[in-house]
């Protein structure tokens, strides 16, 4: 296409935890991508804290191939942030987001590039097809991405995950933004750029077992609902009309029951109930305030979102990181 971009540097973040299954064959198909692709391009590892052989098989591939990177963090800091990592130290004019089990397939790279020389900044894979997956788990994210894309106030495509192409511009705003509890996704669409989307059938993990049981997906969702949305919290306020409402209608009865009728409702059993029910609404508002104002207590403490024990392979990692508004902190390895 004619006046398409061209790429200067690709960089394909892959954030892993416990992956030592899985390196070896990610590395030879998204090393073969990129030749064939004929692009200059890095790859950006960023190991949150794993404890098998993981950083140690990275470790190995640095000495022989020039375009690996690895970032390694002190703890687990969470999938998102490893991402957020990894978007603070690219260089790439496009950058590529990927997990490291491989169930995004590096194959689907050439068509996420191609859309992006067609002129969009953000091109994301969309699922057609789960391999392997449970029929629960199919069905909660079914539901779950369509009732977000009805209570968000940005429009956020269905079925997509973190893996995405973003141009630098796109790159450049998210390393811009301080908040601490980050759902990508959901932020590569609130920036407003342009999007398109490339399908693609999710196969199954190609070794080990998945790092995201339904807790961590559940709190995932979670995040995305509480960040983009502020329904909740309306919906606490209309819980509360509606108690009061039915709080007058109750009352209303008790006093036709007790002036009217030899009703036994209005004794002990009644009282109880409507105890229950106060009890449970409260309850509720309290949790769903108690979830942003947790996100608000988490952002004014304005912590590192993460503290790195080594950085390898960049040329210049401390300052490639202060120049792209990195709030990060670098421990070094003990001399």
């Not at 994301?124 to 449970?134: H, T």
């Not at 997509?160 to 450049?172: A, M």
């Not at 490339?198 to 979670?222: C, D, H, I, M």
Request: with cysteine; net charge neutral; proline share 5%.
């Amino acid at each position: 296409m004619t006046g398409a971009p061209s790429i200067r540097v690709l960089s394909v973040i892959v954030p892993v935890h416990d992956e030592q299954d899985n390196i070896p064959e990610l590395y030879r198909r998204l090393s073969a991508i990129m030749h064939e692709c004929g692009l200059t391009y890095e790859i950006i590892f960023v190991d949150d804290a794993s404890h098998d052989r993981t950083p140690m098989l990275i470790e190995a591939l640095l000495t022989t191939d020039p375009n690996v990177r690895l970032l390694s963090f002190v703890r687990n800091f969470g999938h998102q942030i490893a991402l957020s990592a990894g978007l603070h130290f690219s260089t790439g004019e496009a950058v590529i987001i990927m997990d490291g089990d491989l169930q995004d397939p590096p194959e689907l790279l050439p068509q996420l590039i191609e859309r992006w020389r067609d002129g969009f900044k953000i091109v994301y894979a969309r699922r057609v097809r789960r391999e392997r997956e449970s029929l629960l788990k199919r069905l909660f994210a079914f539901v779950y991405y369509r009732l977000l894309q009805r209570l968000a106030e940005v429009k956020l495509p269905v079925d997509t995950g973190d893996f995405c192409l973003l141009d630098r511009r796109v790159v450049d705003v998210l390393n811009a933004m301080p908040e601490r509890n980050r759902y990508i996704r959901g932020l590569r669409s609130w920036t407003g750029f342009t999007q398109a989307e490339v399908t693609f059938e999710r196969p199954a993990r190609f070794a080990g077992e998945p790092k995201y049981n339904f807790g961590k997906s559940l709190a995932l969702a979670l995040d995305g609902l509480v960040s983009f949305s502020r329904l909740p919290l309306r919906l606490a306020t209309l819980l509360g009309f509606t108690t009061g409402v039915l709080a007058v209608v109750m009352v209303g009865l008790v006093l036709y029951w007790r002036l009217f009728t030899d009703s036994r409702l209005t004794g002990f059993g009644a009282l109880t109930a409507a105890m229950f029910f106060m009890g449970a609404v409260q309850l509720i508002t309290v949790g769903i305030l108690g979830e942003y104002v947790g996100r608000i207590y988490e952002e004014v403490k304005n912590r590192p979102l993460y503290v790195l024990r080594d950085v390898q392979g960049f040329d210049r990692p401390t300052r490639t990181a202060v120049e792209r508004g990195n709030p990060a902190t670098h421990v070094p390895n003990n001399p």
